[in-house]
């Protein structure tokens, strides 16, 4: 293993120490060569490993450039890596050199490399838990090392990814609504909050219709669930709504036996919030912090929701169902509208698994994006940068679109007339169109469909995203920098940003 920094780094003046040192000069110098034939060799494209002393440790390079899309930490490689190189069977050591700007995205991204779900019997009886130790090198203009404060950040990150990614690996007999209300009253106990649930029957009662229509044919009842964090001197009120499905047959409209494997993954906006409302109310959130989460099983049952049945839903408009694979859209159109409504929210962001052409739209490591907020709409891709969690804009354009959802019977159908037709954007505007085009506040809405995986593994994508964005929110130094916008609609931080920026290895940057 070496001779350690902190060795090399003492005065000679001891003459223990000098013995010490000098009985290993032979081995230093050998690693020393040994570390630099490696570093040599290295030739990433758009990475590239090197294994050392018989495969016990691996020095590996990320891309020296990325394209204006990416971020420029090279997270996603990073997590990759990690997953190809370390063997999990023992400890773990990582040691990454990077620059103060780059360490919350690569910090989240380590976290990725490492979930916590199993039922592999010959892994979920061990008794000894293995420890990863990680250590960040930082280079360029800021070197101190990382204080207090940003590692207890940093942690509250990796956890709340690891959280979000260990319900959306569950199945569904293990993480069914109420199994969900389970995970969401465990983080509220630890934070000192008291959920509302609405649940069941009481749904129907209230009028949310699209979430208790959703939700009613499965046998554990639908619910709406909503921690709220609301500090003495907050001066605005921020919702971030999750869709909770715990399983998606599709209903009626049932799915393929090829496109209904996965389906579990259904949860991953709710949990994203789970996972950042937990980190960011512990890093001191200041303003007015609302976590809704919709959660409903898509179910096939005698209760179930037909085609052509139609809904009121919580904001008094009627929908036609045509499509009860399109149910997504219902619950999350209840929550924003109870958002807006009930907790007079100024900020709402919905965040889900919505639609399957959202991959087509923006890939699998992109999510759409769309806002009625051209400001928040640069914040929201410059947040996926900083922080790994990558996302694209989608078309906002309601005046052509919205007219997809026409009903000769209701306010609207919940599934477009033509799917060639912006399709992911429109299941977008469906949210929107239930507090109003002319909805003066921002409304920020999340198609995470095909990021919330990576193949047969959950990322925990959100978490991130969500605390990048509203870092300025919070008491941290890391995350204020590294968000690009500030909770009270202006773009002051951008300057800062940028400057951080500036050396950072990166093609294009705009």
């Known amino acids: 293993r070496g001779v350690t920094p902190a060795m090399c780094a003492f005065s000679f003046e001891n003459e223990h120490l000098q013995f010490s040192v000098s009985k290993y000069c032979n081995n230093v110098i050998f690693v020393i060569q040994v570390w630099q034939t490696a570093l040599r060799i290295l030739n990433p494209n758009p990475v590239d490993t090197c294994s050392l002393w018989l495969k016990h440790a691996f020095v590996a390079a990320l891309p020296a450039k990325v394209s204006r899309h990416n971020s420029p930490s090279s997270a996603q490689f990073l997590t990759r890596l990690i997953c190809n190189s370390l063997s999990g069977k023992t400890d773990q050591c990582i040691v990454l050199v990077c620059e103060y700007a780059d360490v919350f995205a690569l910090a989240c991204a380590l976290a990725r490399a490492f979930p916590l779900f199993t039922r592999r019997t010959g892994l979920d009886k061990r008794e000894d838990k293995l420890t990863v130790t990680v250590q960040f090198i930082l280079v360029g203009e800021n070197t101190e090392p990382l204080c207090e404060s940003t590692l207890a950040c940093l942690s509250n990150a990796a956890e709340g990814i690891r959280l979000a990614a260990r319900i959306v690996d569950m199945p569904c007999c293990e993480m069914n609504t109420d199994d969900f209300l389970v995970e969401i009253n465990l983080v509220g106990s630890e934070l000192g909050i008291i959920p509302t649930i609405i649940r069941g029957e009481?749904?129907?009662?209230?009028?949310?219709?699209?979430?208790?229509?959703?939700?009613?044919?499965?046998m554990n009842p639908p619910a709406l669930a909503i921690l709220s964090h609301t500090p003495e001197d907050a001066t605005q009120t921020i919702a971030w709504v999750g869709k909770g499905i715990v399983y998606d047959t599709g209903g009626l409209s049932i799915k393929s036996k090829t496109h209904m494997p996965g389906m579990k993954r259904d949860c991953g906006g709710a949990a994203a919030v789970l996972g950042a409302f937990r980190a960011a109310v512990k890093q001191g959130f200041k303003e007015n912090l609302h976590a809704l989460f919709c959660l409903a099983e898509n179910a096939v049952g005698a209760k179930a929701t037909r085609p052509d049945d139609i809904h009121r839903l919580y904001s008094g408009k009627t929908v036609e169902i045509n499509n009860t694979d399109a149910e997504g859209r219902l619950v999350l159109a209840d929550g924003v509208y109870y958002a807006c409504k009930d907790l007079k929210a100024d900020i709402i962001l919905d965040i889900a698994t919505l639609t399957g052409a959202q991959g087509i739209v923006a890939g699998k490591y992109h999510a759409g994006l769309l806002t009625n907020n051209e400001e928040w709409e640069r914040a929201c891709v410059k947040a996926g940068q900083n922080s790994g969690d990558l996302l694209y804009p989608m078309v906002y354009c309601p005046e052509l679109h919205f007219s997809e959802y026409t009903s000769a019977v209701a306010d609207m159908k919940n599934f477009v007339s033509d799917r060639a037709n912006a399709a992911s954007s429109c299941a977008g505007l469906f949210i929107q169109a239930h507090i109003g085009f002319d909805w003066p506040g921002v409304w920020v809405h999340i198609d995470m469909a095909s990021p919330v995986h990576s193949g047969a593994r959950a990322t925990g994508y959100g978490v991130a995203l969500l605390l990048a964005l509203f870092g300025r929110a919070t008491d941290n130094a890391l995350l204020k920098i590294i968000s690009p916008v500030g909770?009270?609609?202006?773009?002051?931080?951008?300057?800062?940003?940028?400057n951080c920026l500036k050396k950072r290895r990166h093609m294009n940057f705009a």
């Open 487 to 498: 909770v009270n609609f202006a773009t002051e931080a951008d300057d800062a940003m940028e």
């Open 202 to 218: 009481e749904l129907n009662h209230k009028g949310f219709g699209g979430i208790y229509g959703v939700g009613k044919a499965a």
